[in-house]
């Protein structure tokens, strides 16, 4: 009898659902709920009390808690004694730093932009940024004939395309600034784009759209495009994702079809590559 009640005292709860027995090809599932209380962690902005990260992951805290015991003895996460928060331990960040180091970012966007050509059928480009500015990396041809051919490897204006507009709205000006210096003084720039005035209001309009958008005034006449910004996980923009068209012919509306799709694929890599926005300082 005391054997029986020593074994029903260290059972699961009933929630638990037999988590040992989901194993095989179906998963482990106290695994998966690790996980779920991991992602919980992950959520919050600092350390948590133990009630914020059960309502978090929507569990009872003693189910949470024993979570949280192999957790810390794992070193996935560790708790801070004198305030008793839990937070990512020694070994989650040493995960996530071999992840980082893993990642091709270059790779995923190729992927990124060969997956939006697939989707709305036009011309996609991946830009990077370089000591002259934002060049393309590669450009994915849509599936129709079309008379547009986007130079790789060519620094590409701040001002008159839609990627480079990206990386002037979202990088520091410490990095950008010697370079939009040079295209005010070039000469090159539209009438209404030559003060600084009139290029910061055109990035703020950017920034207040989460993409831009080049009507008038491209590099090449009669070239429209649309270009999106993708973050990394120290929430800075570290490529751009651009849709090409010939004007008339592309829709870039800042709410229409394709410059929302553009907007979602590069908010997925920038996930990819671990963007979390709740998580900016």
Known sequence: MKAAVTRRLAAPDEDDNDAEAEDGKHGVQSFEVGMQVLQAILGGRRGMMLKEIAEAAGMSPSKVHRYLVSMVRSGLVEQERSSARYDLGPLALHIGLVASDRLDRIQAGLNAIAA?????????????????????????????????????????????????????????????????????????????LRSRAAIEKLLEQTRADGLSVVERHH?????????????????????????????????????????????????????????RPDAQR
């Open 219 to 275: 590099l090449a006449a009669g070239i429209v495009s649309v270009g999106a910004p993708v973050f990394d996980a120290r929430g800075e923009v570290t490529l751009a994702i651009g849709v090409v068209g010939i004007q008339g012919m592309l829709d870039i509306r800042v709410g229409g079809t394709v410059a929302q799709t553009a907007k979602a694929a590069a908010w997925r890599l920038s996930q990819r590559l671990g963007y």
């Open 116 to 192: 939006l050509r697939d989707e709305i059928n036009e011309v996609t480009a991946l830009a990077a940024w370089s000591e002259n500015g934002p060049i393309v990396v590669r450009w994915e041809r849509r599936q129709r004939p079309i008379s547009i051919s986007v130079v790789t490897g060519s620094a590409l204006s701040l001002v008159t395309t839609a990627v480079g507009r990206i990386f002037a709205a979202y990088l520091p000006p410490s990095r950008t600034d010697e370079l939009l210096e040079r295209e005010l003084t070039s000469g090159t720039l539209p009438r209404e």
